[in-house]
């Protein structure tokens, strides 16, 4: 059974840093071609917020976390990672991990692109 289980969250202070994992089971990481993070905050749709390629040399963010977050993946611990810096009471919501085993010709940066998802991890950034 394929599974991605998210960890690392917690309740934090604006500014504080906070580092996401998402291990993966039931399948070699490195057979994902794309791994996502997501987040949803109370009462709002689920957004993306960050990508990477299977090697990790292909990156995408949204606009509101660049310069912030950093995803990395590392394949052989079937792991990857989100580090939250500058945190802000914005960025508070559930974050999900997700991935894509199908190629696509362009990073996947859209929800439904994934197709596998963890169940999430709450992260609360407080002012």
């Known amino acids: 059974q394929v599974q991605l289980v998210e960890s690392g969250g917690g309740l934090v202070q604006a500014g504080d840093s906070l580092r996401l994992s998402c291990a993966g089971s039931?399948?070699?990481?490195?057979?994902?071609?794309?791994m996502g993070w997501f987040r949803q905050a109370p009462g709002k749709e689920r957004e993306f917020v960050a990508a990477?390629?299977?090697?990790?040399?292909?990156?995408s963010y949204t606009d509101s976390v660049k310069g912030r977050f950093t995803i990395s993946r590392d394949n052989a611990k079937n792991t990857v990672y989100l580090q939250m810096n500058s945190l802000k009471p914005v960025d508070t919501a559930v974050y999900y991990c997700?991935?894509?085993?199908?190629?696509?010709?362009?990073?996947?940066?859209?929800?439904?692109?994934?197709?596998?998802w963890g169940q999430g991890t709450q992260v609360t950034v407080s002012a």
């Open positions: 997700a991935a894509q085993a199908q190629f696509r010709v362009v990073l996947p940066t859209a929800r439904g692109s994934y197709d596998t």
């Open positions: 990477i390629n299977r090697s990790g040399g292909i990156t």
């Open positions: 039931g399948r070699p990481f490195s057979t994902y071609y794309y």
